[in-house]
């Protein structure tokens, strides 16, 4: 097990290599430049030459690739020019709520998606699962920044009962954790509701499948309640089947969350990284990519990892 | 999904609306700031902040572009027009207690514009060449301060004027060095408090501010980078005022008795470069019968919603005293008027040899920096142009790559091309961009290769004439001459825009878009 832990995170090195390269080569070959995002309308090709000099951009970009990846190996991500300031610091501030908002919302999501599904495949091809299974249809196709959009008007601008955006009130000092979530629900709703309808879907068959194996069949046959059968017995099962969809789901919402961001002006990474790439700041960009990457690695080994261990337990009972 | 909603009714039980406090303005600006720095960034929005932060030697005479006595008392100017020299005011400091003298002018400027200077190294300072005529600044004595010129420059205090001019302080910098950006010192009526990223800026009155103390207790800039959120923000009442919303909401808040709308036209034009060098526009009629086809008032009033003005030559209108009034009448207020504008359009084309149409290449960009809506700007001018035979082809960029491709100068395969541009003095337009040594090749911005001699000629006049009426004159005949060659299609100015909710005071805004908050405040619990 260590060793397949090991052989995995080996794996993130080629992989955090080829994106990265990825990135630094695509960023380097579009049109742009960070001294022309700077200088606007005032960019004349003597004054571009003054100030890619200046912030280091007059060389090749393999040659810069390098360079930035021989300062990585000293833990230096080197200086953001669009915000002036160095790259590590301006990623990691923005790591937090990102991996806050991804967190709830692949939680919230989880136990919806999971509810939904085991509800449904108890009720199955009746009135309950037809209503769960198009309640989740539309999940799946709802654009979460739309949906987005329609909670804020709701409860925002409407109600008055939640902020409309923002991660805590910004005219005081601190913040409180109730401040925290009151802030964080809407945002966490409107990207955990398309979590729960992909989570829902596999959920439920999931859950189908098992009702009808043998050892449910048992159980039942000894005269067991259907619900209870399949939240003591089924569910390891059915937990085990939706994991792997759940990682994946974990990937998607930390890129989901870009637009989420943006439009509840969630201080995260997505939202840097849209802006970041606008400036053309290469460097920033290369810092937030090899965050989010690995972080996305990082949840998908956990996922399979705790299939695995849900897998062995099922086997064992 | 009832455990759920009953497991977040103590989360909403007993939430009202929690508004800001009555002593803060929460301002929803559209970006995170890049720097604090006045010499390093060039973005709007960072002036914004800036100006409430810091101050310089001159500033703009409130409602007018005319600079006035700012840090300095009071100014001369030699007979020969290159020696400015500056009274400073005796009861200045910086936020961090250093005191503001003769000799922090100095640094101020040896930082941008000397490259061995110790403190250079905090740059880049892009918009220093605003004073590459400076040739030296001497220290008199510690409250006068002295700028020798390489030659006679009539734009120089309206340069002073603008955020590259701003005092910040020495001490500050030498403490900070490349993080003076977030560590900000100057000696505005508000000083720096915090700065978290993507959250908020927050600056606080000073206590000690030479003039009359900010009437706001504290200001908090938000980025909000989404026109969609910061419209949400402003109903809800999270931000008290936000800026530059979109034409249609605009529209909206002006039905509203709880919003307020404020405007003011900017030193800002939106224009078409046309290519004088490659292609049909480089005969005259073709450009004029362009000229004659764009409908300035359909694109002002029914694209923009009136959130932009009508703009006809090289300088903009709110240079009130370099503006020609007969120049900005326009010609075509009736239909009859329209009529007879596109029957001439027509005709020209006829005479050039296009009576069966031409085709034209036009490039826009997606969005950027004074814009406005540039797609469905040049989507109504191409429908202009379709009423006179002329089929335009639009050719969209994103806004960093289109300036790549419309500085480095029109080719054959681009006929016209929009853009936008803030100025800070009338000169600033046609000297980097219409001279016919302003060409990409040789560092400036005349992207379609005009040149007239004669322009040039007043144009270099007018850098050097000192009094203000004679300037005026001379920009007056620029405008003129330009307006016969047709260069350029000259199309809008910007209204800049800003709601507040209606217990917001004493705000007004400025035509050089800066927003200095020192005056406004809030009424007491009234929503």
Partial sequence: MTGYIARRL???????????????????????????????????????????????????????????????????????????????????????????????????????????????????????????????????????????????????????????????????????????????????????????????????????????????????????????????????????????????????????????????????????????????????????????????????????????????????? | MSVLVFTLMPLLAGCSRQLPPDDSLVIGQVAEPRSLDPHVTTALNDFRILVNLYEGLVRYRPGTLEPMPGL???????????????????????????????????????????????????????????????????????????????????????????????????????????????????????????????????????????????????????????????????????????????????AAFRQRPAYRVLEATGPHLWFLILNLRDGPLADLRVRRAVNLAIDRQTLVHDVLRDTAERAFGPVPRAFTWAVDPELSADPSASDEARDAQLDQARALLAEAGYADGLQLRFLVPRGGSGMLAPLAMATAVQGDLARVGIDAAIDSYEWNAYLARVNAGLDASADMAAMAWMTNDPDTLPSLALRCDARPEEGGFNSGYYCNPDVDALIERARQATDRDQRGRLYRSISRLVRQDVPWVVVASWRQNLVTRRRVQDLRLEPSFFLRLDHAWKQRGLE
Avoid at chain 1, 53 to 67: S, T, V
Avoid at chain 2, 83 to 92: G, M, S
Avoid at chain 2, 193 to 199: A, E, P, V, Y
Wanted: glycine share 10%.
């Fill in chain 2, 72 to 250: 300095a008392e009071s100014w001369s100017l030699s007979d020969d027009g290159r020696v400015y020299e500056f009274r400073l005011r005796a009861d200045v400091q910086f936020h961090d207690g250093s005191r503001f003298d003769a000799e922090a002018v100095r640094f101020n400027f040896q930082r941008m514009l000397d490259s061995e200077h110790p403190l250079h190294d905090t740059g880049p300072f892009p918009l220093a060449f605003f004073f590459e005529q400076v040739q030296r600044v001497e220290v008199v004595d510690p409250l006068t301060v002295r700028f020798v010129l390489d030659a006679p420059f009539a734009p120089f205090p309206s340069n002073l004027a603008y955020p590259t001019g701003l005092m910040v302080s020495p001490a500050a910098v030498r403490l900070y060095g490349r993080d003076f950006g977030r560590h900000p010192s100057g000696t505005g009526p508000f000083r720096f408090s915090d700065w978290q990223s993507g959250r908020r800026v927050t600056l606080t009155r000073f206590t000690d501010y030479h003039g009359e103390p900010a009437a706001s207790r504290r200001l908090i800039f938000r980025p909000i980078t989404d026109p969609m959120t910061r419209v949400a923000e402003l109903m809800a009442g999270g931000i008290d005022l936000a800026l530059e919303l979109s034409p249609d909401n605009v």
């Fill in chain 1, 10 to 317: 080996l794996l993130l090195v080629p992989v955090l290599f080829g994106v990265t390269l990825v990135v630094f080569g695509v960023m380097s070959l579009v049109p742009g430049d960070p001294a022309l995002a700077i200088l606007g309308p005032y960019a004349t090709p003597e004054r571009l030459a003054d100030l890619r000099l200046a912030l280091g951009l007059d060389r090749p970009w393999p040659a810069r690739y390098l360079l930035w990846l021989g300062n990585l190996a000293h833990g230096d991500l080197g200086r953001s020019v669009s915000l002036e300031q160095p790259v590590l610091d301006a990623v990691l501030g923005r790591l937090g709520p990102t991996l806050l908002l991804a967190g709830s919302a692949l939680l919230l999501g989880t136990l919806l998606g999971l509810a939904a599904g085991l509800l449904a495949a108890l009720r199955h091809n009746r009135i309950t699962d037809r209503l769960v299974t198009l309640a989740v249809l539309i999940g799946i196709s709802l654009p979460s920044f739309w949906l987005g959009l329609l909670l804020i008007l709701l409860f925002a601008v409407w109600l008055g009962w939640l902020p409309a955006s923002g991660m805590s009130r910004v005219w005081l000092a601190g913040t409180s954790l109730a401040d925290l979530l009151r802030h964080l629900l809407l945002p966490t709703l409107s990207l955990a509701l398309v979590a729960a309808g992909v989570i829902g879907r596999i959920a439920r068959a999931a859950a189908i499948d098992v009702l009808a194996a043998d050892p449910i069949r048992l159980c039942r046959a000894r005269g067991i309640a259907e619900p209870r059968i399949l939240l003591v017995h089924g569910l390891k099962a059915v937990l085990a089947r939706t994991m792997p969809v759940i990682g994946l789901q974990a990937g998607f919402l930390i890129g989901g969350a870009v637009y989420i961001e943006t439009i509840f002006q969630w201080p995260g990474l997505g939202r840097m990284l849209v802006d970041a790439i606008a400036a053309r700041d290469l460097l920033l960009v290369q810092g937030g990519v090899l965050l989010l990457a690995t972080a996305y690695v990082l949840v998908n080994l956990a996922a399979d990892l705790l299939q695995h261990g849900l897998d062995r337990r099922t086997r064992a009972a």
